[in-house]
């Protein structure tokens, strides 16, 4: 199983970001799909999850109505499109999947909220 994340980066506050994580080694439309995010020296939390075929979505307070979870299973890819950033969306960001055999991590990408 592999997942890689990409698209973090600096963002002005107010601006906008869209994440993307290719998921490889497992049948990517059979399982939900979460990013996580974790800021220095607070413990890492969920921001958003997709259900298999995009039906269903769910989001932490914090981000709601600013964050937009969506997936393409032909492209085995999951985004996180992230409008009106904030200083405090600052963190690394995480795809994650839980499958048959275990819970699986992306190595993370930095997102930067800052003037």
């Known amino acids: 199983v592999q997942l890689v994340e990409s698209g973090g980066g600096l963002v002005q506050p107010g601006g906008s970001l869209r994440l993307s994580c290719a998921a490889s080694?497992?049948?990517?439309?059979?399982?939900?799909m979460s990013w996580y995010r974790q800021a220095p020296g607070i413990q890492r939390e969920v921001v958003a999850s997709i259900t298999t075929a995009g039906g269903n979505t769910n989001y932490a307070d914090s981000v709601k109505g600013r964050f937009t979870i969506s997936r393409d299973n032909a492209k085995s890819t999951v985004f996180l499109q992230m409008n009106s950033l904030k200083p405090e969306d600052t963190a690394v960001y995480y795809c994650?999947?839980?499958?048959?055999?275990?819970?699986?991590w992306g190595q993370g990408t930095q997102v930067t909220v800052s003037s």
């Open positions: 994650n999947v839980r499958i048959w055999n275990g819970e699986y």
């Open positions: 080694g497992f049948t990517f439309s059979r399982y939900a």
